[in-house]
């Protein structure tokens, strides 16, 4: 599919997720930056061209030297077939390499479908069939003892529809693509004589993020260059980041915290971005105090391991002005000494923080308020469009510039997410709170049956789906259990057929794997018991199944101590 060099709107699947109106509104109110992410970079380089962008244990990378490489990558995947509209499969940690890739398809109007590394056949899979790509892009020496290209290699044996697999960090077989040669191959200014021809639009879609659902199936979130730089300004300016700021990220970049919270506020500030491949506590603090680090931020287990790490005295984290994190932000400050604050991010495109130099108390009780001009919260009671009274708790609902408008060619799943005024029914719960004479938000926690592992969700019915496959098992439910790491684990309540022993953690995980389940989605305990608690109207109650894993939990504690 072709479009139109600077189009309005770039329809998928005949789907335009903007009105003219919403378009005109937004950008004149600012709420939307009305260029495309490529442009952003390209302007980067020709006003900071020798600033560094890009940092990492490997390389250093100036704003002219990302925008080079990228704009080569641009012409070499049109070279190579591919087209404006084309979707592509990311498989990446955060390496210069992604980087490089990611604003290569920026530029010339290929849409990266934003998965994990971790993401194995069955997840892979469903996001193949359900975004139509066409092209694959592989880190391939992501994880040690498992080639990744190899399982990239079989996926696309496996989904004919994709005709390119691209290989960041090692060799090409024949009929693939190098990333290496992309890069050297376009030498400027051709590519970019090449790539103007595909130039999307601010409002073509730029991405494909990804939100997790209760039953498992992918739930595709088209974000646009306009919009998602918007977004990422406000985050900015929230923050105050600027030229002089280094960030730190040391979790997947492809995710949407990474991007929208770390790599394009960095972007529009002209600042530096450290990222580390893997997180390693002791790594990550160094990084802090020889990289000079001003800002960073933990979605995953980051600030909890911070907080029980009894050496970290011994780092200089004195550079640092400010971390932000979704849970325990008071022991984070009182570890470390600097001012930390709550946060709430949603794919679907609520943010809300604090600024970072509001009073503790209201960045330690709540995620803080709305970063986006024109962005409009309701809480309403759960299942209605009924508004809950001040200061209980209710279903967060919001619209607004940075809303998305719909799921990808996922009509039905679309219209019973959103109310008929537009606004868009999150399934979590909050609860207003009025500081300092401001409407701010208390996270009190979630309706949908979802798990947060270290800021991974993952659905609770997708998990049993697969485990009732177990020829031990006659009936499971999986919930949430509470982890001082990671925030949530998850945990398998088992019935047993007649006859067979009860399988351990070790036994599911090696059946699940092989199943071709990520490894993160993967119970991490097995409880077995002979019946499930039911509600009044004799449904299965989870919630007190969650409430008997706490006690458990919390009598194992006592007994340790």
Not at 38 to 54: M, N, P, T
Not at 358 to 386: T, Y
Not at 475 to 497: N, Q, W, Y
Request: aromatic content about 8%.
């Amino acid at each position: 599919m072709r479009v139109e060099p600077g189009s309005l709107h770039f329809p998928l699947n005949g789907v335009v997720y903007h009105s003219t109106e919403q378009v005109t509104r937004y950008r004149g109110t600012g709420a939307w930056i009305w260029r495309t992410i490529g442009d952003e970079l390209r302007s980067a380089a020709s006003l900071a061209s020798d600033r560094e962008f890009i940092i990492t244990d490997e390389a250093r990378l100036t704003y002219a030297e990302v925008d080079r490489a990228s704009e080569s990558v641009a012409a070499g995947l049109l070279d190579a077939g591919l087209e404006p509209g084309d979707r592509a499969i990311f498989q990446a940690g955060p390496v210069k390499e992604l980087v490089i890739a990611l604003f290569g398809c920026f530029k010339c109007g290929v849409i990266p479908v934003c998965t994990l590394p971790q993401f194995r056949e069955h997840e892979i899979g469903q996001l193949v069939r359900l975004s139509g790509a066409s092209a694959y892009f592989v880190q391939s020496d992501f994880s040690p003892g498992f080639s990744q290209a190899d399982f990239a290699r079989d996926m696309v044996r496996r989904n004919p529809a994709i005709g390119k697999l691209v290989v960041m960090r090692g060799p090409a077989r024949s009929g693939e693509i190098s990333l290496e040669d992309l890069v050297t191959g376009y030498p400027a200014p051709h590519s970019r004589a090449r790539t103007r021809a595909a130039d999307p639009g601010p409002c073509d879609v730029a991405l494909f993020q990804l939100s997790g659902g209760s039953t498992g199936v992918p739930k595709i979130i088209p974000r646009m260059h306009a919009e998602y730089l918007g977004a990422s300004s406000a985050w900015k300016g929230r923050h105050r980041l600027g030229q002089d700021d280094v960030s730190l990220w040391t979790l997947p970049l492809i995710h949407n915290a990474g991007m929208i919270l770390m790599m394009f506020p960095a972007l529009l500030a002209r600042g530096k971005l450290v990222l580390q491949q893997r997180f390693d506590l002791v790594a990550l603090l160094t990084a802090i105090q020889t990289r000079k680090v001003t800002y960073t931020g933990s979605i995953g287990p980051i600030a909890a391991s911070m907080i029980g790490y009894p050496d970290i005295g011994r780092f200089d984290l004195s550079s640092l002005r400010m971390m932000f994190t979704l849970t325990r932000a008071d022991g984070l400050e009182e570890c470390t000494g600097i001012p930390s604050q709550l946060t709430y991010g949603i794919t679907e495109g609520m943010l809300m923080a604090s600024s970072p130099d509001a009073p503790a108390s209201i960045r330690h009780r709540s995620v803080g308020w709305p970063i986006g001009n024109g962005d409009e919260i309701r809480l309403f009671a759960p299942g209605s469009e009924r508004p809950v009274p001040p200061g209980q708790a209710g279903e967060l609902c919001f619209r607004g510039p940075h809303t998305f408008n719909g799921y990808y060619d996922a009509p039905s799943l679309t219209a019973e997410s959103f109310t008929p005024e537009g606004f868009f029914r999150s399934g979590d719960l909050m609860r207003e709170l009025v500081l300092d004479g401001r409407t701010h938000y208390v996270f009190e926690g979630r309706l949908r049956d979802n798990i947060n592992r270290g800021g991974e969700k993952f659905g609770a019915e997708e998990v049993e789906s697969f485990l009732c496959r177990h020829p031990a098992v006659s009936e499971v439910r999986v919930v949430s259990m509470p982890d001082p790491l990671l925030g949530e684990r998850a945990c398998a309540f088992l019935i047993l057929r007649p006859g067979h022993a009860a399988p351990s953690v070790a036994d599911l995980g090696e059946f699940l794997q092989a199943q071709g389940l990520a490894k993160f989605k993967i119970p991490e305990r097995v409880e077995i018991t002979s019946e499930f608690p039911l509600t009044r109207v004799g449904k299965i109650d989870k919630q007190a199944l969650r409430s008997r894993i706490r006690d458990i939990l919390a009598d194992e504690k006592i007994a340790q101590s």
